[in-house]
């Protein structure tokens, strides 16, 4: 009975600390669908197929920063679990420093390879210069944007996921707006395409700026004053750790990223309304897997705290709320994804070929997120406790030995259908996987913090 109790506690709290986070990724979402909705009824199939063509490449420049965020953020949520503020102004300092610089340097490598990598990806020609253009103003989002999110897996760390989503709103009005701007040409010249750049541009540098004037303004945890500076030099003993949970993470990031471009060649290679269709459909998929995504960040989180609090019994409690937690919203999004894709996929696309593709990936894929979820949630908790190579390692090889491998052999016995098999097929061998490794390796065992 007490077992179940707490259960039910630690689902009640998780569910609170998620929402914000779910809301957070909707917003998210919202700003992207409205960008490809506007982009997609004022440029067309080719507008769209531009967009389609340079966002995995984008988020491969960013995938690095996701891993080593979730480093800094089981750090932060092990040390305050503990009532240890010192090290988390430690972890915050060094985090933030490593970041800036992270930030820069990816933003130059990504305006320098932009174009070589957009033909490897095979860019449809007539779409190529209009995704390279977008891409070299996007990429110098990433500064802020690291900052930015940095400070929000920090908030989230200690327990705040409401502040890091009212500064998002922040980030989707500047995108959103911007955007707009730009194609309809208020009150300035129309962008074009290159409308999409800007928008992340000023988005992301508004959202930083407000929420780092807000830590201030409150004397926050997280602000740094003049006696911390200390903490911005970066300490080894911090950054090991971090870099121990981070870097395997951000390598699994980015290499799914690559194989993403991989998938998106594959597409490519079916003409530009398939591009369009697979640019649509990832505006379907990113409200599908927001509770994976969500769930996974809750989950270490939760777990973290536990451990960090010395409280490594209550991880199993944190395991059970999170599968709950991912059947019920879960199933809920995927059930709605299949129910309305007829009505709202013609808002992205006008031409029936593209609708068609889009409408056939959505029916083969939708009911696999479910299975993404769990392994997101088995993920999570091995990593607030910094079990992370062979999660992340087992990721990487079923996207590359599971899914690219299906989708390029199906695709030429079945056609296009062959390629959305592949993630079905990598996210249910991956669960098989991690579900092992969890129950046979990681299971069972005490855990301390790691700062």
Not at 176 to 201: D, E, F, K, N, Q
Not at 308 to 314: C, H, T
Not at 352 to 365: D, F, V
């Amino acid at each position: 009975m007490e077992k179940a109790a707490l259960s039910l506690t630690t689902t009640r709290a998780m569910f609170l600390f998620l929402l914000p986070m779910l809301l957070s990724n909707i917003t998210n979402g919202i700003s992207s669908t409205l960008q490809a909705i506007m982009v997609g009824q004022h440029l067309g199939v080719e507008g769209l197929a531009a967009l389609a063509a340079f966002l995995p490449l984008f988020y491969l420049f960013m995938s690095f920063l996701f891993g080593f965020t979730s480093g800094s953020s089981v750090l932060a949520a092990q040390a305050y679990g503990g009532g240890q503020e010192q090290k988390v102004k430690a972890v915050t300092g060094t985090g933030v420093t490593s970041v800036f610089f992270l930030g820069w340097a990816m933003a130059l490598l990504a305006y320098t390879t932009v174009p070589y990598l957009l033909q490897v990806m095979g860019t449809p020609s007539h779409v190529y210069a209009d995704a390279v253009a977008t891409a070299r103003i996007a990429v110098w989002c990433l500064p802020p944007f690291f900052l930015f999110f940095l400070y929000s897996a920090l908030l989230r760390g200690l327990g705040d996921s409401r502040t890091p989503f009212f500064f998002l709103l922040v980030n989707v009005v500047g995108i959103t707006g911007a955007t707009a701007a730009g194609l309809l040409g208020w009150g300035i010249p129309s962008l074009g395409i290159r409308s999409v750049g800007w928008g992340y541009v000023i988005g992301d540098s508004l959202a930083f700026l407000s929420l780092f004037l807000w830590l201030r303004t409150k004397g926050h945890l997280l602000w740094l004053k003049k006696e911390d500076l200390a903490f911005f030099t970066p300490r080894w003993d911090i950054f090991s750790p971090m870099l121990r949970i981070g870097l395997p993470t951000a390598l699994q990031n980015m290499l799914v990223a690559l194989s993403e471009m991989a998938i998106l060649g594959l597409v490519n290679s079916f003409g530009a309304s398939a591009t369009a269709a697979f640019g649509a459909y990832w505006q379907v998929a990113n409200y599908i897997q927001m509770p994976a995504i969500s769930l996974t960040v809750a989950v270490s989180v939760f777990g973290a705290q536990a451990v960090g609090a010395g409280r490594s019994q209550d991880l199993g409690p944190v395991v059970r709320s999170g599968l709950l937690l991912n059947l019920v919203i879960g199933g809920v999004l995927v059930g709605l994804a299949y129910l309305l894709a007829p009505v709202y996929l013609p808002w992205f696309l006008t031409e029936k070929e593209s609708l068609t593709i889009a409408l056939r990936l959505i029916w083969i894929t939708g009911w696999s997120y479910l299975l993404f979820g769990v392994s997101g949630v088995l993920t999570g908790i091995m990593r607030s406790t910094g079990a992370v190579f062979w999660p992340s390692t087992i990721s990487v090889l079923v996207i590359w030995l599971v899914e690219v491998p299906v989708a390029y052999g199906l695709s030429h016995l079945i056609g296009i259908d062959g390629i959305w098999w592949g993630y079905a097929a990598a996210f249910t061998v991956g669960l098989l996987l991690i579900g092992l490794y969890y129950r046979y390796a990681w299971q069972g065992k005490t855990y301390e913090a790691l700062v």
